[in-house]
């Protein structure tokens, strides 16, 4: 329990879950956040123009190695 620091129990109600504590009577609604279809295109994309902007640096330093 974050309010007394005792062992709560997390009951489900539906599709809701509930920490609750027997203690001090402490309720709180459990929610999940899930990432946004928008957000892993984004994360997505960020990867790939990463992997291909360090493919270039590479590619760049080997060739100013390899005139040297």
Known sequence: CPNCGSIAEIERMGDEEI????????ERSLTREEILPVEKKLVAGSLVL???????????????????
Not at 19 to 26: A, E, Q, R
């Open 50 to 68: 990463a992997i291909i902007l360090l493919f270039i640096l590479w590619y760049t330093s080997q060739s100013l190695i390899a005139h040297v």
């Open 19 to 26: 920490l609750k504590c027997s203690t001090c009577g402490y």
